[in-house]
T-cell receptor, first 118, second 112 residues
Framework: GAVVSQHPSWVICKSGTSVKIECRSL??????MFWYRQFPKQSLMLMAT?????????EQGVEKDKFLINHASLTLSTLTVTSAHPEDSSFYIC??????????????FGDGTRLSIL | AQSVTQLDSHVSVSEGTPVLLRCNYS??????LFWYVQHPNKGLQLLLK??????LVKGINGFEAEFKKSETSFHLTKPSAHMSDAAEYFC??????????FGAGTRLTVKP
């Protein structure tokens, strides 16, 4: 249980294009999903918290116009990297937290998306 | 404020020997603690979690961790390392607002 599917797993595109990454919770509902960026040999950096039916909450230093987040349903959040440039190349990982019970629930992670901008 | 420190950036063990990955935390409240594992080019997989129940937590793949409040530690252990355990491991602390803070990670290498 608690499977998160992230698509695509790898994308290569030209500078200036926009790229959309999808994050789906397959067997549970999630009011909250998270988007992380990970540089080589480093830990995860939280970019934004995606809330179903409302605007995402961005971390300091993350451009909301650059990284558009939409959380249209309890099982789907999307991250669109607009007008991507080589410096946006990175490993992007989403996670989702179940709606259940009390106490802190763990986040369940997708397999990540390797984005390479030429 | 909360934070987590993974004391070793890299741990190397021989196959069949014990594994110890160290984690210390700082939290103003009773924290929830997690260990995740990440294999190359993959997302993170939950190994185990502590949420104020039993202090010794058993997880998947033979891993376990012990919550020690007096030492503010949550070290991850496994009696016998397997080659497939080679990966990056993250210790994570979560406060009552469910905000998660990740450690810097520990890379585990398993030698044959």
């Amino acid at each position: 249980g608690a499977v998160v599917s992230q698509h695509p797993s790898w994308v290569i595109c030209k500078s200036g294009t926009s790229v959309k990454i999808e994050c789906r919770s397959l067997d549970f509902q999630a009011t909250t999903m998270f988007w992380y960026r990970q540089f080589p040999k480093q830990s995860l950096m939280l970019m934004a918290t995606s809330n179903e039916g409302s605007k995402a909450t961005y971390e300091q230093g993350v451009e909301k116009d650059k990284f558009l987040i939409n959380h249209a349903s309890l099982t789907l959040s999307t991250l669109t990297v607009t007008s991507a440039h080589p410096e946006d190349s990175s490993f992007y990982i989403c996670s989702a937290r179940e709606i259940k019970g009390s106490g802190n629930q763990p986040q369940h992670f997708g397999d990540g998306t390797r984005l390479s901008i030429l | 404020a909360q934070s987590v420190t993974q004391l070793d950036s890299h741990v190397s063990v021989s196959e069949g020997t014990p594994v110890l990955l160290r984690c210390n935390y700082s939290s103003s409240y009773s924290p929830s603690l997690f260990w995740y594992v990440q294999h190359p080019n993959k997302g993170l997989q939950l190994l185990l979690k502590y949420t104020s129940a039993a202090t010794l937590v058993k997880g998947i793949n033979g891993f376990e961790a012990e919550f020690k409040k007096s030492e503010t530690s949550f070290h991850l252990t496994k009696p016998s390392a397997h080659m497939s355990d080679a990966a990056e491991y993250f210790c994570v602390v979560s406060d009552r607002n469910n905000d998660m803070r990740f450690g810097a990670g520990t890379r585990l290498t398993v030698k044959p």
